[in-house]
């Protein structure tokens, strides 16, 4: 059950996740920024306006995000970019990483998250070594043919093949990315874009509905918090359980 970039999951849904998603992007401008604020000669900052325009970011919030650390704004705050490691019971195990200007309000919200829901706190690298860092280049099914890429994938160092409805996902290692993505554009199969990601080299079926239930809210507490960039779990849930525990949480859901 690993996660896509929070930035990414379950867009447009709500005002909300909107908002946290025009924040995040700011984030990760001004962390850019911070190196060149010349967009010219900065290909980090470079792409990431590009990623925020993709995303329909208002043109007023770049500005902002490249004044945070391009010397022009003095009175912003420097971005940081932390990650946590946690353990639930059962050893299902959870990494985060979050962007934050303020590392005591973004530390005391995660820890309420993760106390809220009987998960422990451990050492740094004491959970990391079940996420090494991942390419997980993104397709369009809307543009290429599945079919094509699974016959494709066979000649190349693609570690593992995912896909739902929208998306095909091709996971490699980090030195493969180059030789990998070459050769797709040689074959005219231009991807949408590649990411980094933590992906769980061992995973955790999860089959009690009390403990499904805890991670569900969880994540959706993670989704909503503004500083939580992405994240990534080993914990596997069956889909009839997950469509239990969201039934669940639809006739418990207050509504006014």
């Known amino acids: 059950m690993w996660r896509w970039p929070t930035i990414e999951w ?10 946290k998603s025009f924040s995040l992007h700011a984030k990760l401008i001004a962390l850019a920024a911070a190196k060149w604020s010349d967009p010219h000669l ?7 306006l590009e990623k925020a325009r993709k995303d329909n970011v208002p043109s007023d919030n770049i500005e902002r995000a490249v004044k945070k650390w391009s010397g022009e704004d003095k009175s ?3 971005i940081s970019q932390i990650i946590y490691e946690w353990y639930a019971p059962g050893w299902v195990a959870i990494i985060i990483q979050v962007l934050t200007d303020n590392k005591n309000r973004t530390a005391a919200n995660i820890r309420h998250i993760f106390s809220k829901f009987g998960w422990n706190m451990w050492e740094a690298w004491s959970v990391a070594w079940i996420f090494p860092k991942k390419w ?3 397709f369009d099914k809307s543009k290429v043919k599945e079919s094509e ?12 093949m995912q896909n739902n409805d929208k998306n095909i996902k091709l996971i490699c290692s980090l030195e ?6 070459d050769f797709f554009k040689s074959k005219w199969k231009t991807f949408e874009k590649a990411t ?9 079926e999860v089959t ?30 069956s889909d009839e359980l997950e469509k239990e525990v969201y039934d669940f949480i639809e006739k418990n859901t207050f509504r006014t």
């Open 10 to 19: 379950k867009r447009n849904i709500s005002n909300a996740l909107k908002q």
């Open 176 to 181: 493969n990315l180059k030789e990998v993505s």
């Open 42 to 48: 900065n290909p980090s900052l470079y792409d990431a």
């Open 76 to 78: 912003s705050e420097q």
């Open 208 to 237: 009690e509905f009390d403990k499904a239930l805890k991670i569900i809210k969880m994540t959706e507490a993670l989704d909503e918090d503004e500083d939580v960039e992405d994240y990534s779990l080993n914990a596997i849930i």
């Open 136 to 138: 997980v280049i993104i």
């Open 196 to 204: 980094i990601e933590y992906i769980p080299n061992n995973e955790v």
């Open 149 to 160: 890429i699974e016959e494709l994938v066979f000649e190349t160092n693609v570690d593992d």
